[in-house]
């Protein structure tokens, strides 16, 4: 966790206890969507009706 927050103040400006806030939510937010975008794109097609999973021809 140390060696997070060394990275994290050598590579922002980070004064405030809001600026590790908005920089460790801008971080997040951005790994949510390649997440997301990940999951999306390996399930297209695919959908869940009853319980099982059918693949859209």
Known sequence: ???????LQ???EIETVQD???ITKDLFKEIL????NTEVNTTKGTYSKGGK???KR
């Open 53 to 55: 999973t059918t693949t």
């Open 33 to 36: 969507e390649k997440i997301m």
């Open 20 to 22: 590790l806030r908005k």
């Open 10 to 12: 050598d590579n922002y």
């Open 1 to 7: 966790m140390k060696e997070v927050l060394k990275v």
